[in-house]
Structure formats: C-alpha cells, structure tokens
C-alpha cells in the first residue's frame, strides 16, 4: 500500500506532504506518526506541511465516515477525541517552527491543520471553508479556538455558522495566511520561509512559541513571569551569545540552533 504522508530531510527542514486530500484514517495515524518522530528528531529545526495536487486537505474523507456511520455512528465520531485531538496537540506541540504550504482547497480539519501551523504561505485563488455546519457538525481540531485568536469573534462566527468557501486573498486580508503566492510558486516560497527559519535561533523561536500559546488567555502578570524566565535561559545560549558578537563585530550571526 503506498504512503498516505511523506517526510523528507533536508537542510533542517522536514517536509511532510500529504499525499492524498481526505484525512482518511490511514492518513490521520501515519501523520500523527510522522509528527511525533519530528518532536525527537534534534536534526528537524523547522517543518514544512503541505499537500499535493489542487488540495491541501479537504478535511475528513466523507466517504469512509459514511460507511462508519452506517455501521456504528457512536464509534465512528469518537475519533475526534482519539486521533483528530492528539494529532493537533501534537503537530501544535512542535519545538521548532511549522510553515504549512496551502497549495489548493484547505476545508474542515485542514483549515484545522493549517492553523496548527505557526506561518501559512497560500496559493492564489486557493479555497478555503470551515466546512463543518455545512454537514451538520461543529467545529473540531481548534478551528473555532484558532479563528478566534486569528481573526476574532465576530468573524470567526460567520465563517463557522456561514461555511461559504472563500479564497486564499480573503484569508490573507483576515489575517488567516501570511502571504498569497502564485500557485506555482508555493511549493519554493513555503520551502524558503522553512529553510529560513531552520537556519535561525531554535531555542529562541521555541520560546516564542511558548509564550504565545498561552498569552491570549494568561494574565498580564503570568505572561511576564513566563516571558522573564526565559529570557534568562536563552540568555545563556550560543546562539544569544553568537548574535550578541556577531552585531559587535558587524557581521550576520551565524545560529547553530543551540
């Protein structure tokens, strides 16, 4: 049977492609696979997440939930709590830098998935929609979480009760993507933004990552009690003490990641 997810290494960056656009469940068990390999992987310094062909991923394959129903509807929704949830804690969970590559249709938990993601590159014209009241379903994979962090809530209700499709240079003027690309050109620009930050602070990225996490729902106190923490322990990197030379010496810093 051939692969359903693909990783491949190469300059710290791990490029993980979904090679088909629903999430059957096949797909969602080797990508949650593959994603927990790359959080012990200390040679993976950025990751990239994409799809292939006019998808990114479309969400769950509703053809392979029909027949679940069919046969025992209780069992067949009771993968959101067991591989959707821990498949999107883990690819959240990521200590380095995630770019996700919208190279077409992104719907449902795909949009879930590219939220996961800490940067999204998408192509021109690409469709994305929440999908999920348009099958009768809320939201799962922290679609409604993210969207309200990322565009607020009132927009966020509209996209989640009114799933209509919009495209990729809506998203981009919400806020949902960072950058709209030629389709043909996604593949190159996602790859360099991920190679850019492979090739950058690690730890120092980790602690952005940290910090951000929490800091819609944390106190002002909180977050500053967490922000000076860590700032005390990149203080004592190479790569803080690299940067801090390389500025003196006017030269760019050269980051090891450690």
Same mark, same amino acid.
């Given at each position: 049977?051939?692969?359903?997810?693909?990783?491949?290494?190469?300059?710290?960056?791990?490029?993980? /492609?979904?090679?088909?656009? +629903?999430?059957?469940?096949?797909?969602?068990?080797? #990508?949650?696979?593959?994603?927990?390999?790359?959080?012990?992987?200390?040679?993976?310094?950025?990751?990239? *997440?994409?799809?292939?062909?006019?998808?990114?991923?479309?969400?769950?394959?509703?053809?392979?939930?029909?027949?679940?129903?069919? +046969?025992?509807?209780?069992?067949?929704?009771?993968? $959101?709590?067991?591989? @959707?949830?821990?498949? $999107?804690?883990?690819?959240?969970? *990521?200590? $380095?830098?995630? &770019?996700?590559?919208?190279?077409?249709?992104?719907?449902?938990? !795909?949009?879930?998935?590219?939220?996961?993601?800490?940067?999204?590159?998408?192509?021109?014209?690409?469709?994305?929609?929440?999908?999920?009241?348009?099958?009768?379903?809320?939201?799962?994979?922290?679609?409604?979480?993210?969207?309200?962090?990322?565009?607020?809530?009132?927009?966020?209700?509209?996209?989640? #009760? *009114?799933?209509?499709?919009?495209? %990729?240079?809506?998203?981009?003027?919400?806020?949902?993507?960072?950058?709209?690309?030629?389709?043909?050109?996604?593949?190159?620009?996602?790859?360099?933004?991920?190679?850019?930050?492979? +090739? !950058?602070?690690?730890?120092? @990225?980790?602690?952005?990552?940290? &910090?951000?996490?929490?800091?819609?729902?944390?106190?002002?106190?909180?977050?500053? %009690?967490?922000?000076?923490?860590?700032?005390?322990?990149? !203080?004592? /990197?190479?790569?803080?003490?690299?940067? &801090?030379?390389?500025?003196?010496?006017?030269?760019?810093?050269?980051?090891?990641?450690?």
């Amino acid at each position: 049977m051939p692969e359903t997810v693909t990783r491949e290494d190469a300059g710290g960056v791990a490029t993980v /492609t979904l090679q088909q656009p +629903g999430l059957t469940r096949a797909v969602r068990r080797e #990508l949650l696979d593959v994603v927990r390999g790359l959080a012990d992987d200390e040679s993976v310094r950025a990751v990239l *997440l994409t799809g292939t062909g006019r998808a990114f991923c479309v969400g769950q394959d509703l053809g392979e939930h029909v027949e679940s129903l069919r +046969g025992d509807a209780a069992t067949s929704l009771s993968v $959101v709590e067991h591989e @959707y949830n821990p498949l $999107v804690l883990a690819l959240a969970g *990521l200590p $380095v830098p995630v &770019v996700a590559g919208i190279n077409g249709a992104c719907a449902g938990a !795909g949009l879930g998935l590219a939220m996961a993601a800490d940067l999204r590159v998408a192509a021109a014209g690409a469709k994305f929609t929440t999908a999920f009241t348009g099958i009768g379903l809320s939201s799962d994979s922290a679609l409604a979480a993210r969207l309200v962090h990322s565009v607020g809530v009132g927009r966020a209700t509209e996209l989640l #009760l *009114l799933p209509d499709p919009f495209p %990729a240079e809506s998203a981009l003027q919400w806020g949902l993507v960072h950058r709209v690309v030629d389709p043909a050109e996604v593949g190159t620009e996602a790859r360099a933004l991920a190679e850019r930050l492979a +090739g !950058g602070p690690t730890a120092a @990225y980790r602690a952005v990552k940290t &910090v951000l996490a929490t800091a819609p729902t944390d106190t002002l106190e909180d977050t500053l %009690a967490l922000e000076a923490r860590l700032q005390t322990q990149l !203080g004592r /990197t190479a790569d803080h003490s690299e940067a &801090v030379e390389a500025f003196l010496g006017k030269r760019p810093p050269r980051f090891t990641g450690r």
